[in-house]
């Protein structure tokens, strides 16, 4: 089994910052990349920032020069350091990796989510 837990998400005012953070826990052998993605009501799920095991990132451009993502490998842990906030920000937070496991290989895992509300 794995898991990746969330946490750090609520209520913020524009101009306001926030961390999130994601802990990955269970029996797998690495993990590869990690990531964050977004989805608010009525809209799709959408990227927001990736780092490989290498620490190599990758932001959408609406949040470039605002979102810092990185990650702990010795804990399993990736953070998303959010700043100037805005209120199109707001949509329910996802993490995601990408694990290895014995018997399995390679598999996408996801987070339960965490809300993130930027008031205006």
């Known amino acids: 089994q794995v898991q990746l837990v969330e946490s750090g998400g609520g209520l913020v005012q524009a101009g306001g910052s926030l961390r999130l953070s994601c802990a990955a826990s269970?029996?797998?052998?690495?993990?590869?990349?990690m990531g964050w993605y977004r989805q608010a009501p009525g809209k799709q799920r959408e990227l927001v920032a990736t780092?490989?095991?290498?620490?190599?990132?990758n932001y959408a451009d609406s949040v470039k020069g605002r979102f810092t993502i990185s990650r702990d490998n010795a804990k399993n842990t990736v953070y998303l350091q959010m700043n100037s906030l805005k209120p199109e920000d707001t949509a329910v937070y996802y993490c995601?990796?990408?694990?290895?496991?014995?018997?399995?290989?390679?598999?996408?895992?996801w987070g339960q989510g965490t809300q993130v509300t930027v008031s205006s």
């Open positions: 995601n990796a990408d694990i290895i496991r014995a018997w399995v290989g390679s598999k996408d895992y």
């Open positions: 780092i490989t095991s290498g620490g190599s990132t």
């Open positions: 269970g029996n797998f052998f690495s993990i590869k990349a």
